[in-house]
């Protein structure tokens, strides 16, 4: 157990951000030069203009140079595991802020790492699980960071003017892909107007610069609320019930109290309840105080037009690549490897 809870976050997350690349690898299709659907097949036909209305999707890796304030929402499964004495000392120390001030707080304070010793002795009995849990989520926001995705559609007129509507997130987590629309979550589409399209004769197609408002703090908590913590626990739907379902209150209020032999057990149990409860709110918090500024994507787009049923429109967008930089309240940041596809609607 003491093995398990000295490994560092900083390389779980390493590991995290390393994993589920593949939907990018689709993006580039077959290296056979005979494959119809190799870009780099000159045979493949050419659409001579590039209207049409496109689902389309884009892949951002938003966790190698995240800028400002988004960057930092991690550090909350960082503090609650990274210290020796984690997960127990986190557990006391939320308890200690939750509790009522007065001479059994304070004395608390005092022997907050007395407290922290005892339970650790007492791991098994008081939170078997709550460091692999914890840490499980920790990893799969990493992996959602690292393979962000986007869902779109970009309508392109007649003259190349187009308008880009992103109406859903696309995550992957554990290799598993998921897509959420806005629409079934209340949230609203982000539209972006007044973006050029142009095709060249090579297919060559080329999508102008324009910049996309993303609410990141929205999407991360629907990541965690719809996405990850699902597949780590069926029956949670929210943090809460993750820090609920792995902590013993009643063994911790009973074990606080036999180690500093004041108050009652069920002043403790009481004290442990509210602060996980606090302890996750207060991730939801940072989340939605991060949209006080929109994260925003500079972009602009190349990509191969391709006609497959050769009648002169372009039916899919391949190998696609965004280029840019990343903005938060005024730091700017480089864009990562950002691949997009899409295809006719």
């Given at each position: ?260 032999d004041i108050g009652s057990p069920s002043t403790f149990q009481s004290a442990c309840t509210a602060g996980l409860n606090a302890a996750s709110a207060a991730l939801y918090n940072k989340m939605s105080m991060i949209d006080g500024v ?38 700017p940041a480089p864009l990562g490897e950002a691949p997009f596809f899409g295809s006719r609607m």
């Amino acid at each position: 157990m003491i093995t398990t809870r000295n490994l560092s976050m900083t390389l779980l997350f390493t590991l995290g951000a390393a994993a589920a690349t593949g939907c990018a690898a689709e993006v580039v299709g077959s290296n056979d030069p005979d494959d119809p659907t190799n870009p780099d097949n000159p045979d493949q036909p050419v659409p001579t203009t590039p209207e049409g209305r496109f689902a389309m999707q884009s892949e951002f890796d938003l966790a190698t140079n995240m800028p400002g304030t988004p960057g930092q929402v991690v550090n909350y499964f960082i503090n609650a595991t990274d210290d020796p004495d984690d997960p127990t000392k986190f557990l006391v120390e939320e308890l200690i802020k939750a509790m009522p001030d007065g001479a059994v707080k304070t004395k608390a304070q005092q022997y907050a790492p007395f407290i922290t010793g005892y339970l650790n002795d007492r791991l098994l009995q008081v939170a078997p699980n709550f460091l692999t849990k914890l840490r499980a989520v920790g990893n799969s926001f990493g992996q959602v960071a690292k393979n962000f995705g986007t869902l779109e559609t970009l309508e392109i007129n007649a003259a190349g003017g187009a308008t880009k509507v992103v109406n859903g997130v696309h995550f992957t987590v554990d290799n598993v892909p998921l897509d959420f629309l806005f629409a079934d979550y209340a949230m609203q589409n982000i539209q972006v107007d007044g973006l050029q399209v142009s095709l060249e004769q090579t297919g060559k197609l080329t999508i102008s610069e324009h910049k996309v408002g993303l609410k990141y703090g929205a999407m991360m908590k629907l990541a965690l609320d719809k996405a990850i913590i699902p597949m780590i626990d069926p029956s949670a739907s929210n943090l809460g019930d993750i820090m609920k379902s792995v902590v013993n209150c009643q063994a911790v209020g009973q074990y606080v109290y036999e180690a500093i032999d004041i108050g009652s057990p069920s002043t403790f149990q009481s004290a442990c309840t509210a602060g996980l409860n606090a302890a996750s709110a207060a991730l939801y918090n940072k989340m939605s105080m991060i949209d006080g500024v929109a994260l925003e994507l500079g972009l602009a787009g190349t990509a191969r037009g391709i006609d497959r049923n050769r009648d002169g429109k372009m039916d899919d967008i391949q190998t696609g690549l965004w280029t840019g930089g990343l903005g938060y309240a005024g730091t700017p940041a480089p864009l990562g490897e950002a691949p997009f596809f899409g295809s006719r609607m």
